[in-house]
């Protein structure tokens, strides 16, 4: 199985200041914390949007993210966010992002090593790319990982291992074209 990223929306203007969130649908699988656009809507006249990945030139960035654990707490089926895509043709949920945004992401959001006061843009392919030192000029979307931190945990025994930790880089929007 795959491992997907895994995204966290740590401090978000439209989580916690009533800024807009999309109803998106895409024609490919897509992981959480992938960054894109809005290409129109999906149907005319309806509330649904389509996705891209990457960036377009005058059109806000938005972040996915659709949660990934169901409230049926009974199911036995694997609800690891790792292993979690959003599938294509069925909508999700994307974030517009602002300057001063916070969000958090698995290395598999990432091209390149992230690290802790690298300067990140996006790629065509909606990731993070780990840009250097310094902030690069004339990108759509500049941002900054700020902290390192690790959720989760494993367990090890003589049978098997229980459990599984990610480290999450927390990213901050610095700039927005």
Not at 73 to 96: C, E, H, I, L, W
Not at 100 to 105: K, M, S
Not at 131 to 152: L, N, Y
Not at 162 to 168: F, L, N, P, Q, S
Request: aromatic share 8%; hydrophobic share 40%.
């Amino acid at each position: 199985m795959a491992v997907h990223a895994v995204c966290e929306t740590t401090n978000l203007r439209a989580v916690h200041y009533a800024e807009r969130i999309w109803d998106v649908v895409s024609d490919v699988d897509v992981d959480n914390g992938t960054l894109g656009y809005l290409d129109g809507q999906h149907e005319e006249g309806g509330v649904i949007y389509d996705f891209k990945a990457g960036t377009k030139e005058g059109a806000p960035v938005v972040l996915v993210h659709m949660p990934e654990w169901t409230e049926d707490t009974s199911r036995m089926t694997n609800q690891r966010k790792d292993k979690f895509v959003n599938v294509a043709g069925v909508p999700f949920r994307a974030f517009t992002l602002a300057e001063g945004d916070e969000f958090a992401l698995s290395p598999e959001g990432f091209v390149g090593t992230p690290k802790v006061g690298k300067y990140v843009t996006i790629d065509a392919n909606g990731k993070l790319a780990v840009a250097g030192d310094t902030a690069p000029e004339g990108a759509v979307m500049v941002g900054k990982i700020m902290r390192k931190r690790q959720i989760g945990s494993t367990l090890v025994t003589g049978v098997r291992t229980y459990g599984y930790e990610r480290m999450m880089y927390t990213v901050k929007v610095e700039t927005l074209a």
